[in-house]
């Protein structure tokens, strides 16, 4: 299957619409232990793009590949099985309210053929740590806030053991510090576990830190797929707009060296 398929995942040529096209003609790839960055305004796609990947949304035309196989015409119980190496992290989360942070883990870790009953509260545990949130395992969700709540989720996500994680827009609504914290632990997830990973997101710090690849979205077309670096020299006045954008978000409180002042070339002044 692999020699078939060698990119992890694969758009060929895909294309939705539902009452105006989305996708349309949608192209790129995420190669085994790299992690590909989804961008662009709100609404251009990018969590139906996900969905393609989950296999909860077919294309209308194209074909998706994903784990080395192509998904585009599973059954529902075939998709099952792809979903067990490949999982996502909602937004919200999407815990379950009524069970502890421990709780919402272990119903993840219990849906694992190989799992032992015996050591659960050292996985559990062992989870928490790894997200670096040891203490909040008898918490409700609900009472923890929005990073910490995205941090629960990712750690029942590795619950599964995935070879592969989606993220979308991990640090959206997040503060600073933890923002930082889970950016950090995605891209150790990255190195020291080699997961794959597609994160949506709106955050170019995180872009930079983890993307090998981004893809930016608009208009129903992709108008970039390359590498973080080469963003900046995008001619898209899409692409320019977003870079633009995010430099008044961001206010001036960045690094002389950093790439983003770099890229614009001085073609907005400091305020
Ligand atoms: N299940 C659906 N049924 C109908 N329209 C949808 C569905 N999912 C997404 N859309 C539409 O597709 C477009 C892209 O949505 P989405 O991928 O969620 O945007 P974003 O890039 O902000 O994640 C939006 O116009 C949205 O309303
Ligand atoms: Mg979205």
Known sequence: MAEEYPHYIEFRHVYKTFDKPV??????????GKTVAIIGRSGVGKSVSLGHIMGFLKPDQGRVIVAHEDITDLSEAEMNRVRRKVTMVFQSG???DSLTVAENILFSLELR???DEKNKEDIVAGLLQ????????????????????????????????PQCIL???PTTMVDPIMSDHLTELMLRLKKEMNLTSVVVTHDLDLLHRVADSVVFLSKGKIAFFGPPG?????????VQDFLELDKVIRGTG?????????GLGGVASEG
């Not at 996708?23 to 085994?32: C, E, G, K, T």
């Not at 900046?232 to 006045?237: F, G, I, L, R, T």
């Open 230 to 238: 080469d963003l900046y020299k995008s001619n898209d006045p899409d």
């Open 254 to 262: 960045m690094a002389e060296n950093d790439p983003f002042r770099k």
């Open 113 to 115: 053929e190989d799992f």
């Open 130 to 161: 790894m997200v670096g949130i040891p203490d909040s395992a008898d918490a409700y969700p609900a009472d923890l806030p929005t990073g910490f709540r995205r941090a629960v989720a990712i750690a029942r996500a590795l619950a599964a053991e």
């Open 94 to 96: 999407a815990l379950f």
């Open 167 to 169: 993220y979308d827009e």
């Open 23 to 32: 996708l349309v003609d949608s192209n790129f790839y995420v190669d085994p």
